[in-house]
């Protein structure tokens, strides 16, 4: 094999394997708080009949600061501490295209989607996310959020849902989000 045909294979390989996220987390279970003086928020997305979008990553902020990658079959919760009865909490998500020469450049090709929940202590919310892109070329990315206000119907939703990591802050992290 000569090195140009190894360098077409080598691409092709990385074009097929895609850049999405390997779930790791448990499976999801209610939080172990009572929530008492907090409020609870579980963000899932587990539902897309789009094979393409299970392969992308939203950035997930809630209040501006950025929580966690959302990833296809997976949740988070976000634990509040209302200072008042109600407070509003901001949650937001934003995609960043990888192209197939991932980490060369990073565009980005939807804009932020934002949910505002007024939240109450003692209160658990469900957020489900639904993929909103359009096929074609260009193809968008976008990810909407909806509140699911049946508790029944929510627990169904996310019940094979795996925990996502925490977002943690790195020095490469800083420079995309910049």
């Not at 691409?11 to 279970?29: E, F, N, Q, R």
């Not at 990810?143 to 049946?150: E, G, T, V």
């Amino acid at each position: 094999m000569n090195i140009k045909n190894f360098i077409i294979i080598s691409m092709l390989i990385l074009v097929s394997t895609g850049c999405a996220t390997t779930l790791k987390g448990p499976i999801y279970k209610p939080a172990d708080i009572t929530p008492g003086d907090k409020a609870i928020i579980y963000l899932y997305w587990t539902d897309t009949a789009d094979e393409n979008a299970k392969k992308i990553e939203y950035m997930i902020q809630a209040n501006k600061k950025y929580v966690t990658q959302m990833v296809y079959g997976g949740y988070y919760q976000i634990i509040c501490a209302p200072e008042t009865d109600f407070e509003d909490v901001e949650i937001s998500s934003h995609v960043t295209f990888k192209p197939m020469i991932v980490g060369i450049l990073d565009i980005p090709l939807a804009p932020t989607n934002k949910l505002t929940l007024s939240v109450q202590r003692g209160k658990v919310y469900f957020v489900r996310c639904n993929f909103t892109g359009t096929p074609g070329f260009p193809y968008t990315y976008g990810l909407s959020m909806r509140l699911i206000p049946d508790e029944k119907i929510a627990n169904h939703d996310i019940s094979e849902a795996k925990l996502l990591p925490e977002y943690v802050a790195t020095k490469q992290n800083e420079m995309k989000e910049n």
